[in-house]
């Protein structure tokens, strides 16, 4: 079992930071862990390259083994602080990039065997209802492009006040979903 974990925080210290840990404690078998902003992702050009170069992009730069490693794995899951009601910029080039997957399904008519499961963990400062809805769409949508779906999430809101590292049922749930996975 392969799990590709990536982060999207800029904070060694924070919330995100502190989730990833905890599952990876509890996680078995290989991951490999990509911070999005330790990494050079140009943003989707939307070229069209992809529509007759199956699985390529034009762009040449990190997410070339980026999509190596998202063709290996059997879980993809994603650590994510919310920036205003979104993933951070970083991440979203990320999800814009794997446009070669959608183009290889939709244009190329090419379809993947492999299922692939999604899991999502999204903090957040603040709390109102439904601030989570339209991250896990995107997720879903991501997911669905990599020919997946959103099997497990945790949301933890309002974290300006009571922060994750104070919070142990947020670390059990975070505990029981990697065991789940593994």
């Given at each position: 079992m392969?799990?590709l974990?990536f982060?999207?925080?800029?904070?060694?210290?924070g919330n995100?930071?502190?989730?990833?840990?905890?599952?990876?404690?509890?996680?078995?078998?290989e991951?490999?862990?990509?911070?999005s902003?330790?990494?050079?992702?140009?943003?989707c050009?939307d070229?069209?390259?992809c529509y007759?170069?199956?699985?390529?992009c034009?762009?040449?730069?990190?997410?070339?083994?980026?999509?190596?490693?998202?063709?290996?794995?059997d879980?993809?899951?994603?650590?994510?602080?919310m920036?205003f009601?979104?993933?951070?910029?970083?991440?979203?080039?990320?999800?814009?990039?794997?446009?070669?997957?959608?183009?290889?399904?939709?244009?190329?008519?090419?379809?993947?065997n492999?299922?692939?499961?999604?899991?999502?963990?999204?903090?957040?400062?603040?709390?109102?209802?439904g601030m989570?809805?339209?991250?896990e769409?995107?997720?879903?949508?991501?997911?669905?492009?990599?020919?997946?779906?959103?099997?497990?999430?945790?949301?933890?809101?309002?974290?300006d006040?009571?922060s994750?590292?104070e919070?142990?049922?947020v670390?059990?749930?975070?505990?029981?979903?990697?065991?789940?996975?593994?």
């Amino acid at each position: 079992m392969k799990t590709l974990i990536f982060t999207a925080s800029p904070n060694k210290q924070g919330n995100t930071e502190i989730m990833t840990k905890a599952f990876l404690e509890k996680l078995s078998g290989e991951s490999y862990v990509i911070n999005s902003y330790n990494v050079n992702i140009e943003p989707c050009i939307d070229c069209k390259f992809c529509y007759s170069n199956e699985g390529e992009c034009s762009i040449k730069d990190d997410m070339t083994k980026i999509y190596q490693l998202i063709e290996e794995s059997d879980n993809i899951v994603v650590f994510s602080p919310m920036y205003f009601a979104s993933y951070p910029g970083t991440f979203k080039n990320i999800i814009d990039r794997t446009q070669i997957y959608w183009s290889k399904k939709h244009i190329l008519n090419i379809k993947e065997n492999k299922k692939r499961r999604g899991i999502l963990f999204i903090n957040a400062g603040s709390e109102w209802e439904g601030m989570f809805n339209h991250m896990e769409k995107m997720f879903k949508y991501f997911m669905k492009g990599l020919n997946g779906e959103l099997v497990y999430n945790l949301y933890v809101p309002n974290t300006d006040n009571f922060s994750v590292k104070e919070n142990n049922e947020v670390i059990e749930k975070i505990y029981n979903i990697a065991k789940k996975i593994s």
